[in-house]
Protein backbone atom coordinates (compact mmCIF):
# COMPACT_ATOMS: atom_id res chain seq x y z
CA UNK A 1 0.00 0.00 0.00
CA UNK A 2 2.94 2.29 0.90
CA UNK A 3 4.44 1.34 -2.26
CA UNK A 4 1.19 2.54 -3.93
CA UNK A 5 1.43 6.10 -2.49
CA UNK A 6 5.12 6.41 -3.73
CA UNK A 7 4.65 5.12 -6.87
CA UNK A 8 1.74 7.36 -7.50
CA UNK A 9 3.17 10.40 -5.89
CA UNK A 10 6.41 9.98 -8.23
CA UNK A 11 3.91 9.50 -11.35
CA UNK A 12 2.43 12.87 -10.33
CA UNK A 13 5.19 14.28 -9.85
CA UNK A 14 6.81 12.98 -13.68
CA UNK A 15 3.34 14.22 -15.06
CA UNK A 16 4.03 17.79 -12.95
CA UNK A 17 7.32 17.73 -14.47
CA UNK A 18 6.46 17.90 -18.16
CA UNK A 19 3.42 20.32 -17.85
CA UNK A 20 5.65 22.67 -19.01
CA UNK A 21 7.23 21.55 -21.55
CA UNK A 22 4.30 20.04 -23.21
CA UNK A 23 2.77 24.19 -22.69
CA UNK A 24 6.31 25.34 -24.27
CA UNK A 25 5.91 23.09 -27.05
CA UNK A 26 2.23 24.22 -28.27
CA UNK A 27 3.27 27.94 -27.29
CA UNK A 28 5.88 27.35 -29.76
CA UNK A 29 3.50 25.59 -32.50
CA UNK A 30 1.33 28.93 -32.69
CA UNK A 31 3.69 31.39 -32.69
CA UNK A 32 5.33 32.95 -35.74
CA UNK A 33 8.41 34.62 -35.72
CA UNK A 34 9.02 38.27 -37.52
CA UNK A 35 11.64 37.16 -40.08
CA UNK A 36 8.88 34.13 -40.94
CA UNK A 37 6.09 36.99 -40.80
CA UNK A 38 8.06 38.85 -43.18
CA UNK A 39 8.54 35.69 -45.66
CA UNK A 40 4.65 34.99 -45.32
CA UNK A 41 4.10 38.84 -46.39
CA UNK A 42 5.94 37.89 -49.91
CA UNK A 43 3.42 35.18 -50.57
CA UNK A 44 1.41 35.31 -53.16
CA UNK A 45 -1.83 37.08 -52.35
CA UNK A 46 -3.98 33.91 -51.67
CA UNK A 47 -1.06 32.62 -49.63
CA UNK A 48 -1.00 35.43 -47.15
CA UNK A 49 -2.40 35.31 -43.61
CA UNK A 50 -5.42 37.93 -42.58
CA UNK A 51 -3.46 39.41 -40.20
CA UNK A 52 -5.51 40.96 -36.92
CA UNK A 53 -4.00 43.28 -34.76
CA UNK A 54 -5.38 43.35 -31.09
CA UNK A 55 -3.24 45.73 -29.56
CA UNK A 56 -4.29 49.42 -29.45
CA UNK A 57 -5.97 51.90 -31.99
CA UNK A 58 -3.21 54.80 -31.53
CA UNK A 59 -0.73 52.27 -32.31
CA UNK A 60 -2.26 50.88 -35.44
CA UNK A 61 -3.08 54.75 -36.92
CA UNK A 62 0.75 54.82 -36.73
CA UNK A 63 1.88 52.12 -37.85
CA UNK A 64 1.16 48.65 -38.85
CA UNK A 65 1.53 45.48 -40.54
CA UNK A 66 0.67 45.91 -44.40
CA UNK A 67 -2.98 44.61 -44.78
CA UNK A 68 -3.72 44.22 -40.62
CA UNK A 69 -7.19 44.33 -39.50
CA UNK A 70 -7.66 46.56 -36.31
CA UNK A 71 -10.00 45.01 -34.13
CA UNK A 72 -9.41 46.11 -30.45
CA UNK A 73 -7.18 45.14 -27.42
CA UNK A 74 -7.55 41.51 -26.93
CA UNK A 75 -8.32 41.99 -23.07
CA UNK A 76 -11.10 43.79 -23.70
CA UNK A 77 -14.27 41.89 -24.09
CA UNK A 78 -15.96 43.76 -26.83
CA UNK A 79 -12.88 43.11 -29.00
CA UNK A 80 -13.02 39.65 -28.20
CA UNK A 81 -16.59 39.51 -29.59
CA UNK A 82 -15.79 41.46 -32.55
CA UNK A 83 -12.96 39.13 -33.38
CA UNK A 84 -15.53 36.28 -33.11
CA UNK A 85 -18.09 37.68 -35.54
CA UNK A 86 -15.12 38.42 -37.93
CA UNK A 87 -13.74 35.11 -38.04
CA UNK A 88 -17.15 32.78 -37.47
CA UNK A 89 -17.65 33.29 -41.62
CA UNK A 90 -14.07 31.69 -42.03
CA UNK A 91 -12.97 28.37 -43.04
CA UNK A 92 -11.20 27.23 -39.89
CA UNK A 93 -8.36 26.46 -41.79
CA UNK A 94 -7.40 29.91 -42.58
CA UNK A 95 -4.20 31.44 -42.22
CA UNK A 96 -4.73 33.96 -40.14
CA UNK A 97 -2.27 36.11 -37.70
CA UNK A 98 -2.64 38.12 -34.74
CA UNK A 99 -0.52 40.42 -33.02
CA UNK A 100 -0.12 43.09 -30.66
CA UNK A 101 3.19 44.46 -29.41
CA UNK A 102 1.78 46.67 -26.57
CA UNK A 103 4.04 45.10 -24.22
CA UNK A 104 6.86 42.90 -23.43
CA UNK A 105 5.48 39.14 -24.48
CA UNK A 106 5.19 38.09 -21.35
CA UNK A 107 3.27 41.10 -20.08
CA UNK A 108 1.32 41.50 -23.28
CA UNK A 109 -2.56 40.75 -22.14
CA UNK A 110 -3.96 41.10 -25.11
CA UNK A 111 -2.83 37.38 -27.38
CA UNK A 112 -3.37 34.92 -25.09
CA UNK A 113 -7.40 35.96 -24.88
CA UNK A 114 -7.71 36.47 -28.51
CA UNK A 115 -5.26 33.33 -29.29
CA UNK A 116 -7.66 31.38 -26.93
CA UNK A 117 -10.92 32.64 -28.62
CA UNK A 118 -9.66 31.67 -31.88
CA UNK A 119 -8.29 28.17 -31.01
CA UNK A 120 -12.15 27.81 -28.83
CA UNK A 121 -13.76 28.52 -32.34
CA UNK A 122 -11.62 25.92 -34.11
CA UNK A 123 -9.40 27.53 -35.93
CA UNK A 124 -6.47 25.15 -36.65
CA UNK A 125 -3.64 27.46 -38.59
CA UNK A 126 -4.18 30.39 -36.38
CA UNK A 127 -0.38 32.04 -35.43
CA UNK A 128 0.41 34.48 -32.81
CA UNK A 129 3.40 37.38 -34.03
CA UNK A 130 6.12 37.00 -31.52
CA UNK A 131 7.31 40.47 -30.77
CA UNK A 132 9.35 39.94 -27.41
CA UNK A 133 9.60 43.53 -26.73
CA UNK A 134 7.36 45.80 -28.50
CA UNK A 135 5.98 46.51 -32.25
CA UNK A 136 8.66 49.30 -32.60
CA UNK A 137 11.36 47.16 -31.18
CA UNK A 138 10.83 44.48 -32.98
CA UNK A 139 9.30 45.32 -35.94
CA UNK A 140 8.88 48.70 -37.34
CA UNK A 141 12.62 49.94 -35.51
CA UNK A 142 13.78 47.07 -37.91
CA UNK A 143 12.29 48.27 -41.25
CA UNK A 144 9.95 45.95 -41.99
CA UNK A 145 7.34 46.85 -44.16
CA UNK A 146 4.50 49.17 -42.13
CA UNK A 147 1.71 51.11 -42.97
CA UNK A 148 0.27 53.99 -41.96
CA UNK A 149 -3.81 54.99 -40.65
CA UNK A 150 -6.99 53.16 -40.19
CA UNK B 1 19.43 15.18 -15.38
CA UNK B 2 20.36 16.52 -19.20
CA UNK B 3 17.36 18.02 -19.44
CA UNK B 4 16.67 19.54 -16.23
CA UNK B 5 20.07 21.22 -16.30
CA UNK B 6 18.84 22.92 -20.35
CA UNK B 7 15.81 23.58 -18.05
CA UNK B 8 17.63 25.70 -15.79
CA UNK B 9 19.57 27.11 -18.18
CA UNK B 10 16.98 28.39 -20.11
CA UNK B 11 15.10 29.89 -17.16
CA UNK B 12 18.00 31.48 -16.08
CA UNK B 13 17.97 33.11 -19.78
CA UNK B 14 14.54 33.75 -19.74
CA UNK B 15 14.92 35.58 -16.20
CA UNK B 16 18.24 37.76 -17.40
CA UNK B 17 16.45 38.43 -20.75
CA UNK B 18 13.05 39.36 -18.42
CA UNK B 19 15.06 41.61 -16.05
CA UNK B 20 17.11 43.20 -19.51
CA UNK B 21 13.95 44.24 -20.93
CA UNK B 22 12.41 45.09 -17.45
CA UNK B 23 13.74 49.28 -18.63
CA UNK B 24 15.16 48.12 -22.33
CA UNK B 25 15.20 51.83 -23.63
CA UNK B 26 16.69 54.04 -21.57
CA UNK B 27 18.24 57.04 -23.50
CA UNK B 28 19.67 60.28 -21.51
CA UNK B 29 21.32 63.37 -22.56
CA UNK B 30 24.17 64.40 -20.85
CA UNK B 31 24.01 67.40 -18.41
CA UNK B 32 22.16 70.75 -19.09
CA UNK B 33 23.62 73.34 -21.31
CA UNK B 34 25.51 70.84 -23.74
CA UNK B 35 24.83 70.65 -27.24
CA UNK B 36 21.43 69.46 -28.27
CA UNK B 37 21.65 65.94 -29.97
CA UNK B 38 20.53 65.46 -33.34
CA UNK B 39 17.06 64.78 -33.77
CA UNK B 40 16.18 61.01 -33.93
CA UNK B 41 16.37 59.19 -30.75
CA UNK B 42 13.08 60.69 -29.25
CA UNK B 43 14.50 64.08 -30.14
CA UNK B 44 16.65 63.36 -26.58
CA UNK B 45 18.17 67.41 -26.03
CA UNK B 46 15.72 69.10 -27.86
CA UNK B 47 12.79 71.00 -26.63
CA UNK B 48 9.40 68.76 -26.70
CA UNK B 49 7.10 69.18 -28.56
CA UNK B 50 4.36 71.29 -27.50
CA UNK B 51 1.04 70.12 -27.35
CA UNK B 52 -2.47 71.14 -26.48
CA UNK B 53 -4.90 68.80 -24.89
CA UNK B 54 -8.30 68.35 -22.90
CA UNK B 55 -7.81 66.67 -19.77
CA UNK B 56 -10.23 64.31 -17.76
CA UNK B 57 -11.19 67.18 -15.71
CA UNK B 58 -12.40 69.50 -18.74
CA UNK B 59 -9.10 71.77 -18.38
CA UNK B 60 -6.99 72.53 -21.10
CA UNK B 61 -3.08 71.43 -20.65
CA UNK B 62 -0.36 73.05 -22.34
CA UNK B 63 2.88 71.61 -22.46
CA UNK B 64 4.70 75.01 -22.63
CA UNK B 65 2.53 76.57 -19.92
CA UNK B 66 4.45 73.56 -17.67
CA UNK B 67 8.29 75.53 -18.90
CA UNK B 68 9.85 76.30 -15.36
CA UNK B 69 9.11 73.00 -13.89
CA UNK B 70 10.39 69.36 -14.86
CA UNK B 71 7.52 67.00 -16.65
CA UNK B 72 7.45 63.60 -16.02
CA UNK B 73 5.20 62.67 -19.56
CA UNK B 74 3.61 58.98 -19.40
CA UNK B 75 2.15 57.47 -22.26
CA UNK B 76 0.48 54.53 -20.81
CA UNK B 77 -2.56 52.69 -21.05
CA UNK B 78 -5.80 51.63 -18.47
CA UNK B 79 -4.64 47.44 -19.74
CA UNK B 80 -1.13 47.70 -19.80
CA UNK B 81 0.15 45.85 -16.59
CA UNK B 82 3.37 47.33 -16.43
CA UNK B 83 1.79 50.78 -16.88
CA UNK B 84 -0.40 50.00 -13.76
CA UNK B 85 2.20 49.16 -12.12
CA UNK B 86 4.05 52.43 -12.87
CA UNK B 87 1.41 54.85 -11.67
CA UNK B 88 1.32 54.47 -8.18
CA UNK B 89 4.89 55.59 -7.95
CA UNK B 90 4.30 58.73 -10.42
CA UNK B 91 1.48 59.29 -7.78
CA UNK B 92 4.12 58.95 -4.83
CA UNK B 93 6.35 60.88 -6.43
CA UNK B 94 4.24 64.00 -7.70
CA UNK B 95 3.12 64.23 -3.93
CA UNK B 96 6.73 64.25 -2.73
CA UNK B 97 7.91 66.90 -5.33
CA UNK B 98 5.22 68.47 -6.49
CA UNK B 99 6.50 71.72 -4.29
CA UNK B 100 9.90 71.06 -5.41
CA UNK B 101 8.88 71.69 -9.08
CA UNK B 102 8.21 68.02 -10.60
CA UNK B 103 4.46 67.81 -13.23
CA UNK B 104 3.81 64.46 -13.95
CA UNK B 105 0.96 64.35 -17.07
CA UNK B 106 -0.25 61.31 -18.35
CA UNK B 107 -1.40 60.53 -22.17
CA UNK B 108 -3.68 57.45 -21.86
CA UNK B 109 -3.36 55.79 -25.32
CA UNK B 110 -6.81 53.62 -24.69
CA UNK B 111 -9.41 53.77 -27.42
CA UNK B 112 -11.97 54.80 -25.47
CA UNK B 113 -12.12 57.67 -22.55
CA UNK B 114 -14.35 55.56 -19.86
CA UNK B 115 -12.06 53.18 -18.49
CA UNK B 116 -9.54 55.70 -17.64
CA UNK B 117 -11.86 57.71 -15.41
CA UNK B 118 -13.17 55.02 -13.66
CA UNK B 119 -8.63 54.24 -13.35
CA UNK B 120 -8.38 57.64 -12.77
CA UNK B 121 -10.55 57.81 -9.81
CA UNK B 122 -9.97 54.16 -8.51
CA UNK B 123 -5.99 55.12 -8.35
CA UNK B 124 -6.62 58.43 -7.03
CA UNK B 125 -4.29 59.78 -9.41
CA UNK B 126 -2.82 63.50 -8.50
CA UNK B 127 -1.65 64.64 -11.96
CA UNK B 128 -3.92 65.36 -15.08
CA UNK B 129 -4.87 62.49 -17.48
CA UNK B 130 -5.46 63.23 -21.04
CA UNK B 131 -6.31 61.18 -23.75
CA UNK B 132 -3.51 60.82 -26.60
CA UNK B 133 -3.81 60.08 -30.31
CA UNK B 134 -1.42 58.89 -33.18
CA UNK B 135 -0.58 62.66 -34.34
CA UNK B 136 0.85 63.29 -30.48
CA UNK B 137 2.21 60.19 -30.33
CA UNK B 138 4.20 60.66 -33.59
CA UNK B 139 5.45 63.64 -32.31
CA UNK B 140 7.32 62.15 -29.68
CA UNK B 141 8.90 59.45 -32.35
CA UNK B 142 6.18 57.49 -32.11
CA UNK B 143 4.70 54.88 -29.30
CA UNK B 144 4.97 52.02 -30.67
CA UNK B 145 4.23 50.08 -27.36
CA UNK B 146 4.33 51.56 -23.54
CA UNK B 147 4.76 52.51 -21.38
CA UNK B 148 7.17 55.06 -22.80
CA UNK B 149 7.78 58.17 -20.34
CA UNK B 150 10.09 61.34 -21.46
CA UNK B 151 11.85 63.48 -18.52
CA UNK B 152 11.59 67.17 -19.66
CA UNK B 153 14.03 69.57 -17.61
CA UNK B 154 13.09 73.18 -16.62
CA UNK B 155 13.91 74.43 -20.06
CA UNK B 156 11.19 72.43 -21.83
CA UNK B 157 13.90 69.93 -23.38
CA UNK B 158 13.50 66.07 -23.59
CA UNK B 159 16.52 64.74 -21.15
CA UNK B 160 15.69 61.20 -20.76
CA UNK B 161 13.09 58.57 -22.30
CA UNK B 162 12.33 55.60 -20.92
CA UNK B 163 10.51 52.95 -23.29
CA UNK B 164 9.06 49.68 -21.29
CA UNK B 165 8.60 49.29 -17.36
CA UNK B 166 11.13 51.33 -15.56
CA UNK B 167 12.22 51.06 -11.82
CA UNK B 168 10.88 54.16 -9.46
CA UNK B 169 14.05 54.43 -8.44
CA UNK B 170 15.53 55.67 -11.70
CA UNK B 171 12.58 57.96 -12.55
CA UNK B 172 13.30 59.26 -8.65
CA UNK B 173 16.92 60.03 -9.68
CA UNK B 174 16.16 61.88 -13.05
CA UNK B 175 13.67 63.94 -11.00
CA UNK B 176 16.15 65.25 -8.71
CA UNK B 177 18.95 65.74 -11.00
CA UNK B 178 16.59 67.88 -13.36
CA UNK B 179 15.21 69.19 -10.58
CA UNK B 180 18.55 70.19 -9.33
CA UNK B 181 19.47 71.57 -12.47
CA UNK B 182 18.72 75.40 -12.87
Known amino acids: MRFLHYRTLACLCFALALVPTVLTAQGAQTRISTTEMVKALQLPKAQRPLVIQIGFRVMFQQAHI ?8 GSDASAIDQLRKRMQPLPRNTFVVLYCGCCPWDRCPNVAPAAQALAAMGFTNAKVLYIPNDFGTDWASKGYPVQKGG | MRGLTLRSAAVIAAVAAGLACRDRAATRTPAAGDAPQAAGVADLGMIAPDFSVVDLSGHTLNLASYRGKVVLLDFWATWCVPCREE ?28 PVREYYR ?41 AGQTDAAVFERDITELLGSR
Open chain 1, 66 to 73: PGAEYIGP
Open chain 2, 87 to 114: IPHFVRLQDKYRDAGLAVIGISVDDEVA
Open chain 2, 122 to 162: TLRMNYPVAMGDAALAERYGGILGVPVAFMIDRQGRIRMKH
